[in-house]
Nanobody, 122 residues
Framework: QEQLVESGGTLVQPGGSLRLSCVASGFTLASYSVRWFRQAPGKEREEVSCIRMTSATMYADSVKGRFTISRDNTLNSVYLQMSSLKPEDTAVYYC????????????????WGQGTQVTVSS
């Protein structure tokens, strides 16, 4: 079965760190660009970060300097290392993949994961 599965979300205190994982099964993630989205209750979905098939990276201003996206093609995985977490980072985080060098967006993608909940609270 071709799918993306996210993991690593949990409750963390403000200022803490967390690493999210996105593992692909049934297809080779190395041929895809991958973006992390997030959505908080009552808020619009937000593009967080993208890593292209070439490994070039992009970040939203809201997470620049705090989040790092990376990939390990040998493990068919993409990661989002999050540090200096803030309550406003609380959301469901989704991993989305699109074949090729262009980053996926909400309307152009090939695979969309089920999401993992990140809660930043004391």
């Amino acid at each position: 079965q071709e799918q993306l599965v996210e993991s690593g979300g949990t409750l963390v205190q403000p200022g803490g760190s967390l690493r999210l994982s996105c593992v692909a099964s049934g297809f080779t993630l190395a041929s895809y660009s991958v973006r992390w989205f997030r959505q908080a209750p009552g808020k619009e979905r937000e593009e967080v970060s993208c890593i292209r098939m070439t490994s070039a990276t992009m970040y939203a201003d809201s997470v620049k300097g705090r989040f790092t996206i990376s990939r390990d093609n040998t493990l068919n995985s993409v990661y989002l290392q999050m540090s200096s977490l803030k309550p406003e980072d609380t959301a469901v985080y989704y991993c989305v993949a699109k074949r090729g060098i262009r980053c996926p967006d909400s309307s152009r993608f090939d695979y969309w994961g089920q999401g993992t909940q990140v809660t930043v609270s004391s």
